[in-house]
């Protein structure tokens, strides 16, 4: 501000010296020509010494100015710093952390990036062992085995036993011509035929098919072998052919879906079974049957240690009365030898010490011994059992 005050004071000094030198020389000069020649050099060197004037004001006030600017510069610099500073270290904190996290999520994702890949790798290797698998129930014998497997794994479930003869498997009945694959025997001499040969092509077809035409198809096609097998079974009729068997045969299929699956393709399959006289039997349904079959032998099993309990009970008793018999007959001998050992004693003294005592009369007897007075004799007499003769008074006796 201050240096355009004296910017503007120098231009209105430097127009009115040249007003007046202008006025000056008019009035005293005729010739215009020669005035204007001394103007136009009044005024050069009047401007040249203005310009220096300026220039070297204008210097100085810039080297103030300059110096002014650079020490506030300074100043806010300092400020600035002191201001930036804990940003700057939050910001160094954060760029280390930062660097940090990186490290980690670069060592995660190579963590994620291998358990991708043993998951893929586990996913086809389970893809290949889940059609092998499909390809092996496809084969009528692989999948019989595979049936009888999972039977076998539910009888041993329910708490039945092979070895203890509660089930047997591939039994040959009717002269050969028929081979059940379980018959699990119950109490009574009765027992319940099971059967696993569970048609499963169709299933699978409907199960690796993408076409929902062709699988709704196949899982019709799955309906009619099941009843087809149905009636199969009930015409073997093995209620004819073994004795103790219900007029029923369980048909056991390996999983729910199975049986679901075949009655979605046919409603009336449930019906069909049972006027056959087929059970259709799912895995936890043929549990609860095979449970109720396994607590009928624990039943049965403590029916018969009851028996066997009552039978040693009586055994006991009669070899208690004669135990009791053997010591009355002994008590008696004991009391019997009571009497006569008195007996002998008050003979002993009579007849023996009395003579004998007068030995020590005439110095036979060794000094510091001597007979006895007396001999005592036994007044007890041996405990009857009174418990066995009067059972009421068994608490009274000490």
């Known amino acids: 501000m201050g240096t355009l005050t004296i910017l503007i004071a120098f231009i209105f000094g430097l127009a009115s010296g040249g007003g007046l030198v202008w006025l000056t020389l008019r009035g005293r000069a005729k010739d215009e020509g020669a005035w204007n020649d001394t103007f136009k050099a009044l005024a050069a060197d009047t401007l040249r010494a203005n310009n220096e004037a300026f220039l070297l004001l204008a210097e100085t006030r810039l080297k103030q100015t300059e110096q002014s600017a650079v020490a506030t510069l300074d100043k806010k610099t300092v400020a600035i710093d002191e201001m930036v500073k804990p940003v700057r270290e939050t910001l160094q904190k954060m760029d280390e952390q930062l660097r940090l996290i990186e490290v980690k999520r670069e060592g995660s994702y190579q963590q994620l990036m291998e358990a991708v890949k043993q998951s893929n790798e586990a996913q086809q290797l389970l893809r290949g062992e889940t059609s092998q698998l499909l390809q092996a129930l496809r084969t009528p014998t692989t999948r019989g085995q595979w049936g009888e497997m999972q039977l076998r794994r539910l009888l041993e479930m329910s708490g039945l036993s092979e070895h203890a003869r509660d089930f047997s498997t591939q039994q040959s009945i009717a002269d050969g011509l028929l081979r059940p694959d379980v018959i699990v025997n119950l109490p009574g ?5 099971i059967d696993s040969k569970v048609p499963l092509a169709s299933y699978l077809d409907a199960s690796q098919s993408q076409d929902d035409t062709v699988k709704q198809a196949a899982l019709k096609q799955h309906a009619r072998h099941v009843r087809e097998h149905i009636k199969t079974l009930s015409a073997k009729a093995y209620w004819d052919q073994v004795e103790g068997t ?6 056991f299929m390996p999983g729910d879906h199975f049986l679901g699956a075949a009655m979605d393709g046919d409603p009336e399959l449930m019906d069909f079974s049972v006027r056959q006289k087929v059970i259709l039997a799912t895995p936890m349904t043929l549990i609860a049957l095979l449970r109720t079959v396994a607590h009928g032998w624990r039943q049965e099993a403590l029916h018969e240690n009851t028996q066997r309990i009552g039978a040693l009970g009586s055994e006991l008793y009669a070899s208690l009365v004669t ?12 009391s019997g030898s009571i009497d006569s050992y008195n007996k002998v004693i008050g003979s002993f003294e009579r007849n023996v010490l009395s003579k004998a005592r007068r030995l020590s009369d005439y110095g036979a007897g060794k000094e510091g011994k001597s007979l006895p007075e007396s001999l005592e004799p036994i007044d007890l007499q041996p405990r009857s059992l ?7 008074k068994a608490d009274d006796v000490a």
């Open 189 to 193: 001499q009765r027992c319940i035929i």
């Open 246 to 251: 219900p007029e029923f045969v369980v048909l």
């Open 323 to 334: 135990m009791s018999e053997h010591f009355a007959a002994l008590g008696s001998k004991i």
């Open 386 to 392: 009174t418990a066995l003769e009067n059972p009421n």
